[in-house]
């Protein structure tokens, strides 16, 4: 189905779509002086904004810090990449012939770009009110499910740490790659013994992965 047709989008710019859904290496391969990473950069604060207000009406009496944790779960990378295939937005995509080549890490993060850069061209062509429909009709269900995204591991594991008066600490035990496209591998020690590895493709993905390894290890009942 065309993409204006699938989300009711009448517009004058489809110029502004095509940014939204072509990635830097279509734009290098066609010598286009743009990509979506400006729009993904806009639509990442539009969305912040949009959920950010759902959830202060939805829960009046949380404090900010439990706001940003709610906010937190609904705009991290696992919970775009839902999106982004529930709406299957990859059909859109414009990308080099050589997308074969790219490695896992890009594919989950072009993924989880193109709803943001989506959500941009939207908010730039057809105003924060239909953006805020865009939102309200594909993604506040989730919140209203209560649908858990992200799991804050790290948390859970301070929170462990100052109940058991547990020294909790990460170390990087090894970082390899080429520089857009990084692993990291991340050690969780409590009172300086490793209980958990795990890896990322930043320091913070590692470390929750870590963290998670460690409750497993310490069976502090999350998966």
Not at 11 to 35: M, P, V
Not at 91 to 107: H, P
Not at 156 to 177: C, F, P, R, S
Request: glycine fraction near 6%; charge should be negative.
């Amino acid at each position: 189905m065309n993409l204006f047709e699938k989300f009711n989008i009448e517009t004058d710019n489809e110029h502004l779509y095509e940014i939204a859904f072509t990635h830097a290496s279509y734009a290098t391969i066609h010598d286009l002086d743009y990509n979506y990473e400006r729009l993904e950069f806009l639509g990442d604060s539009v969305l912040s904004l949009i959920v950010s207000e759902y959830l202060f009406k939805k829960y009046p009496h949380y404090e900010e810090g439990e706001l940003t944790k709610k906010r937190s779960n609904y705009v991290c990378q696992n919970a775009l990449i839902y999106y982004s295939q529930k709406l299957k937005l990859k059909d859109y995509l414009r990308v080099s012939a050589e997308e074969s080549n790219l490695t896992k890490n890009e594919v989950i993060s072009i993924t989880a770009d193109i709803f943001e850069s989506f959500l941009g061209a939207i908010f730039i062509d057809q105003g924060i009110e239909f953006a805020k429909d865009f939102v309200s009709e594909w993604i506040f269900k989730y919140i209203d499910q209560e649908r858990v995204f992200f799991e804050d591991y790290k948390s859970a594991m301070k929170e462990y740490g100052d109940a058991k008066e547990k020294n909790i600490e990460y170390h990087i035990l090894k970082e390899y790659g080429v520089p857009h496209d990084k692993t990291f591998i991340m050690a969780c020690l409590v009172d300086g013994q490793e209980m958990g590895v795990g890896r990322g493709k930043n320091k913070k993905e590692a470390e929750q992965s870590a963290a998670k390894g460690a409750m497993r290890k310490l069976r502090l009942g999350r998966n």
